[in-house]
């Protein structure tokens, strides 16, 4: 998968980009990310990217001079999407959709915003991250690359662990243990250490349903099925698993 970002800071981008997950995949040519100064394709010896919006007001623009060359030159994958408030939600559906493909790209703003005929003429959608605020896109973009390149082939080493992960299923995840089996009077549930793995399966279906009915309801289609309502019968505890347990 080959994901393109033009930035005006790529440097922001460096560090993270070359870390875990992301830096492995990388080098093992998994994953091709491919990151553009946008002031390499400035006309100026001041290497310009904004200036002051028509119409008055505070703060300035990025032009869309220097976009149009740096997409035009480099011919990036699509869908190219700004990153920006008005954009889509990104969610664990958005990036599926994105995994899917052999390739997208990412368009960071900065200042306040970029020339509205960039997202017109020149991108292909917007995506947004959250209702939030934020100094510019190289955040955003960061958090869109990393869930959709987790989504891809041969990125992760365990290809289960995706499947397995909050909204995967439409669900949050269910609790995670490990060792000491006992840590400052506190055990970790019965279940996991009975080794009948059926159990297990069910005994984490039905956290994760509990903990998406007290955190995120509307992630959940009322009533429940059965099956769901069965398995929150069959466990009536918490997520420590214990009569009296803790919720959390």
Do not use: K
Request: glycine share 12%; hydrophobic share 40%.
């Amino acid at each position: 998968m080959r994901i393109d970002v033009f930035t005006i800071f790529p440097e922001y981008l460096a560090g993270p980009l070359d870390a875990s997950l992301l830096g492995r995949a990388r080098a093992r040519g998994v994953l091709d990310v491919r990151v553009h100064d946008l002031r390499d394709w400035t006309d100026d010896r001041h290497r310009s990217v904004d200036d002051t919006p028509f119409g008055g007001g505070p703060g300035m623009v990025m032009m869309p001079g220097p976009i149009f060359s740096a997409v035009e030159a480099v011919g990036p994958p699509r869908p190219l999407l700004l990153c920006s408030a008005a954009g889509r939600r990104f969610d664990q559906r958005f990036a599926g959709e994105l995994a899917t493909g052999d390739g997208f790209s990412l368009l960071c703003g900065r200042y306040e915003g970029v020339d509205q005929r960039v997202a017109d003429h020149c991108c292909d959608g917007e995506v947004s991250v959250g209702d939030v605020v934020l100094a510019g896109g190289e955040a955003a973009a960061l958090v869109v690359v990393e869930a959709v390149a987790r989504l891809a082939p041969g990125v992760m080493g365990n290809e289960g662990s995706a499947e397995q992960e909050s909204f995967a299923d439409g669900l949050l995840e269910y609790p995670q243990y490990t060792r000491p089996a006992e840590f400052r009077d506190w055990g970790v549930p019965d279940v996991l250490r009975s080794g009948d793995h059926g159990r297990i399966a069910r005994w984490r279906r039905a956290q994760a349903l509990r903990r998406t009915l007290a955190r995120r309801p509307d992630l959940l289609d009322r009533p429940l099925p059965a099956a769901d309502e069965a398995l929150l019968r069959e466990f009536p505890d918490g997520p420590g698993g214990q009569p009296g347990g803790p919720d959390e």
